[in-house]
């Protein structure tokens, strides 16, 4: 298990680009897959994007596609989602998690979480 802290939200309008931290803390964050959830008010958790342990394999939510990047810095202990082109229905708590699988869309296969980071997209 690792702490987790996401940072970087905040308000933009449709169109604009925001860069989501996710800081670990603990010793053990190159052994964890990354993944990036979002949660509107109302709705359930959804994934949004995966990296691997090695930073060389991921995947993304079909609405997040081709707009939002995830990537990681081992070194920094640190895992990044950038996102472009943000519209209105991207608003939400947007979570950093770990897990010790790769692929999964599922929160319940991510067993870390951080508290969130409101990212509000105004039209």
């Known amino acids: 298990q690792v702490q987790l802290v996401e940072s970087g939200g905040g308000l933009v309008q449709a169109g604009g680009s925001l860069r989501l931290s996710c800081a670990a803390s603990g010793r053990t964050f190159t052994m964890y897959n990354m993944g990036w959830f979002r949660q509107a008010p109302g709705k359930e958790r959804e994934f949004v994007a995966g990296?691997?342990?090695?930073?060389?394999?991921?995947y993304y939510a079909d609405s997040v596609k081709g707009r939002f990047t995830i990537s990681r810095v081992d070194a920094k202990n640190a895992n990044y989602l950038e996102m472009n082109n943000l519209k209105p229905e991207d608003t939400a708590v947007y979570y950093c998690a770990a897990s010790a699988t790769f692929g999964s869309r599922s929160p319940l296969s991510f067993n870390s979480w951080g508290q969130g980071t409101q990212v509000t997209v105004s039209s």
């Open positions: 990296i691997s342990v090695s930073g060389g394999l991921t």
